[in-house]
């Protein structure tokens, strides 16, 4: 078994490129930990690292055992640092990457159950609309769409299948005439939506009876914010397509009218997504038992 701490004493000498600095984090002194690396590149029959007056280098043997045992150590210390947590009340942050739409619909109305029970634990939410790499930009969790979600990656549904809306005020209608199919739609003013994850424009995804339409309308407003294109479709500056959800009470009450209601079926709703191989936060696993969705 000594041979783990052998291991753990190579990597943390290939990581820091010095035996001092290795020694310090290690609590160790340099010379004993020298001794250790010899003793075990002995035991190998190889060299693993190569040493100067100035520096320390990994050889190719080295390098291939650290691209090996490094991954691990770092999830035996994840699974400790979460073991260790269990002893007192969860505490921690916990960093989420989501788009304006979940953030507002789903994560807010979440946390305003979940903040009190837990003052401890501090949520911090990044919007994004591109489609980030959570584990390299230092984030716990994202929020997307369930198609989008990596196959490597557990995911939680968090909310019901959704449907989207084309719809502007009565004011619009009584300058334009109402739409009667997709197409009708490249006649009118569009307010359009830009995202860095459909390189530019996105198109309005419309469809009926199994025909897909993709609409790029023209118009002299492109925003990234919810709020805007809602705020926007609701002064009679153009045609809005939303999430239904953002926009059935203005519907209902008459400050918009909906049109092609036919060709906006509903698609497959938001999940939590982190990585499968990190052991998770507890309060990132109370989190997600929060945002779990228990609806149909």
Not at 36 to 50: A, D, K, P, Q
Not at 80 to 95: F, H, I, Q, Y
Not at 164 to 177: G, K, T
Request: net charge negative; proline share 6%.
């Amino acid at each position: 078994m000594e041979n783990f701490n052998d291991l753990a004493a190579f990597a943390a000498v290939a990581r820091e490129r010095s035996f001092t600095r290795a020694a310090a984090k290690l609590r160790v002194s340099p010379s004993a930990l020298s001794q250790t690396i010899r003793n075990l590149e002995e035991r190998l029959g190889l060299r693993l690292l190569t040493r100067t007056t100035r520096s320390v280098a990994s050889t190719e043997a080295g390098e291939r055992l650290l691209r090996t045992i490094a991954p691990r150590f770092e999830e035996i210390e994840a699974e400790l640092a979460a073991l260790s947590e269990l002893r007192d009340k969860p505490a921690g942050t916990v960093r989420i990457t989501a788009g304006e739409h979940p953030a507002i619909s789903i994560l807010q109305p979440a946390l305003k159950r979940f903040l009190p029970v837990y003052p401890d634990i501090e949520v911090e939410i990044i919007i994004d609309y591109g489609l980030t790499d959570i584990v390299s930009e230092g984030f716990d969790a994202g929020v997307r769409m369930g198609e989008q979600v990596a196959k490597d990656m557990i995911a939680v549904r968090i909310g019901p299948n959704m449907r989207m809306a084309v719809v502007a005020s009565p004011a619009y209608f009584e300058r334009y005439p109402i739409p009667g199919t997709p197409q009708d739609l490249t006649a009118h003013q569009c307010i359009n939506i830009r995202l860095p994850t459909y390189g530019g424009i996105f198109a309005w995804g419309l469809e009926k009876d199994g025909r897909e339409v993709k609409v790029r309308g023209e118009g002299q407003l492109v925003f990234n914010s919810l709020g805007m294109r809602l705020s926007s479709a609701l002064e009679g500056l153009g045609v809005a397509y939303m999430p239904e959800d953002q926009v059935l009470p203005y519907i209902a009450d008459g400050s918009l009218v909906r049109v092609l209601e036919d060709w906006c079926p509903s698609f497959p709703g938001y999940h939590l997504y982190y990585p499968s191989r990190r052991q998770q936060s507890p309060a990132l696993a109370l989190l997600a038992d929060v945002l779990r969705y228990r609806g149909d």
